[in-house]
């Protein structure tokens, strides 16, 4: 996903292989013991899918992780005090809202809010807003942000940074660099939600986090600057929004 897409989603799925297979002879071959997926480690290198959950605090204090589009599809997961995974799937029959449920647990959306139904008792639950950092660029040696604005940075040929920045793309605007110094490449990086109220059901524009990402291509020195503006602009107005910092290639 690119800084121009407004919303940014992940895949979670989640499989079983069974292989058995008998071997020539009288008598066929003892299967090999297989261990059960709840044993083995969590790969590290998988994304977590409640990374963009939307949270929220039900009366009693229990509280409920949702991420949408995970698992099945038009379905969503579920945890409950950081408990174990649920895969709920839409409720079809549902007159109204959005409502997800499986065998033992239903959650239906009302606003901002939802009601939980678990174990037999239903529990309302208040939505909880949190920041959400911006997406990460593997192999970059520094991820440069607003509060670095007017800062001297140092790098190699061959090393990239990337430069992290709030914009509205909603709105057509968009971070992009302005007359960038010849001993750069700069190319658009990845883009996503700046706060978690951005998945809830109906959310519409919000800002968003935008990333360009900057190569250093020959030793040089002198300004990066960026500007928000409209990609179908020609030119950029001064009254534009601008960053700048200073880079040094050696």
Known sequence: MTIREIA???????????????????????????TPVA????????????????NFECDGGAKVDVA???????????????????????????????????????????????QLTSGGATKACKFVSRSLPPPTVAGVIRDIRIEDAGSSVEMKVGEKISV???????????????????FVKVSEGPGGATSSAQSLPGFTGGNHWEVLIIEAVAPGEGEIAL???R?????????????KFKLKVK
């Open 231 to 243: 990609p179908w602009e020609d030119k950029s107005d001064p009254s534009d929004e601008r960053f």
């Open 8 to 34: 940014a989603a992940a895949g979670l799925s989640l499989g079983l292989l069974a292989a058995g297979c008998n071997a020539p002879g009288d008598a066929p071959a003892k299967p090999e013991e297989q």
């Open 68 to 114: 949408f589009d995970h698992g099945a599809a038009r379905g969503v997961l579920l945890r409950i005090d950081g408990g174990a995974a649920a895969a709920l799937a839409v409720d079809e029959t549902a007159t109204s809202g959005m409502v997800f449920k499986d065998a033992a647990t239903k959650i239906s959306f009302e606003g901002d809010g939802l």
């Open 39 to 54: 044993d083995k480690p969590a790969d590290p290198a998988a994304p977590d899918p409640f990374a963009q959950a939307v």
């Open 164 to 182: 992290s920045l709030s914009g509205v793309p909603t709105a057509g605007y968009v971070w992009t660099a302005e007359a960038p110094p010849p």
């Open 227 to 229: 500007v928000q503006k």
